[in-house]
């Protein structure tokens, strides 16, 4: 029997960017053929931060229409959208109540919106809670593991202790304990800004499917290696952003490494390699950026996908949520049963 993978995004703000891709979405595409793969859009999740009805339809929809664009197969993953599946608001208020606050306390979403400046007066519980429901998306499915990018590494982690502190009190292993599944050179994408993780929230992203002058923006904007003045300059790979990038999109290895060599000896432009990365970006994401127009324009069989999906995670979800309940004291009492 194939083991079982688990994996979902939330649809907070404009489209994918190349973090998304490389940390977790590309990932999650390839471990398709080799595990039985659950993919969802978190959209309850969403609600923390996007409070309007139809900014929200529209960032549900366009998450959706990236994710397949990007390789997930219907054919062999279960895709579908977290709200139309109740069990997964079900499981999180049930969570709750094996959740140290303590622990809540330090989770990093939450803090960093507290170092952002954010007073906690202004700060929601549905944020607060967000790793719970997050514990509850992924323990209904009692996957092997989790792929996403290093930043959710501490909340599949609370939810193992979760999962624990659960099968403990009832001294029975209803909750395997998921294991983060994290790429080691791309599980942190850097931005554009050289510094941060590549984020929406920060600015600092190149998207995947945007206008071409947007990502061309993007990228002539990429911070390179701050001592280099003139293209003349000797100048530094290492660490380098536009070279990060190279790496991670230029499909042409000898091209990347001949610029490296030209970089290395002044001998070539900032401008020259980030023209490179932009042609490079066009070639890597032609046949996605076809791919979304066409489902774009059939977003009827997208419905269908999604319907289908949320069928067969509901089976799943629903057994995992029996069977807690019969383990609480909630379910059917045996002396009822005829
Ligand atoms: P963002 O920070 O841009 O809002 P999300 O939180 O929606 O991104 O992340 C969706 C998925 O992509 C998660 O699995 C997350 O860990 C991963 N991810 C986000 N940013 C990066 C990055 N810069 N590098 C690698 N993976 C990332
Ligand atoms: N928190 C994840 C993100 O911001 C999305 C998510 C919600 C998720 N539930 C999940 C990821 C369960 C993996 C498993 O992208």
Excluded: W
Excluded at 183 to 201: A, F, H, I, P
């Amino acid at each position: 029997m194939k083991q079982r993978i688990l994996s979902g995004i939330t649809p907070s703000g404009k489209g994918l960017h190349i973090g998304n891709y490389f940390g977790a979405v590309k990932p999650q595409v390839e471990l398709q053929d080799k595990y039985e793969t659950y993919y969802f859009i978190a959209d309850l999740h969403a609600l923390t931060t996007v409070k309007d009805k139809e900014t929200l339809e529209n960032n549900i929809r366009e998450v959706i229409l990236d994710y397949l664009a990007l390789g997930l197969d219907p054919q062999k993953c279960v895709f579908f959208r977290q709200s139309q599946v109740p069990a997964h608001a079900q499981l999180a208020v049930i969570l709750a109540n094996y959740t140290p606050y303590g622990q809540m306390k330090r989770m990093h979403a939450f803090k960093d919106k507290l170092q952002k400046g954010v007073k906690v007066v202004s700060i929601n519980m549905g944020l607060f809670n967000y790793p719970i429901l997050m514990a509850a998306d992924i323990l209904l499915y009692k996957p092997y593991g989790v792929p996403v990018g290093a930043d959710q590494k501490q909340h599949v982690e609370l939810t193992r202790d979760i999962a624990e502190n659960f099968n403990r009190t009832y001294e029975k292993k209803v909750f395997p304990l998921p294991k983060p599944l994290i790429q080691k050179e791309t599980g942190r994408v850097v931005g554009t800004d050289g510094k941060r993780k590549m984020s929406k929230s920060l600015q600092n992203t190149i998207g995947i499917f945007e206008d071409y002058r947007i990502i061309e923006r993007q990228i002539m904007g990429c911070f390179t290696d701050p001592n280099r003045i003139h293209p003349t300059d000797p100048g530094k790979v290492e660490g380098n952003p536009i070279f990060i990038y190279h790496d991670l999109i230029n499909q042409d290895k000898d091209e990347v490494e001949e610029l490296k060599r030209r970089y290395r000896k002044g001998q070539v432009s900032d401008i020259e390699v980030k023209k490179r990365l932009i042609a490079a970006h066009k070639l890597r994401f032609k046949t996605a950026r076809q791919r979304r127009q066409e489902l774009k324009a059939n977003y009827q069989l997208v419905e269908e996908i999604l319907a289908k999906g949320a069928q067969q995670a509901k089976r799943i979800a629903q057994q995992t949520l029996a069977e807690v309940y019969f383990t609480l004291g909630l379910g059917k009492d045996s002396s009822q049963k005829r």
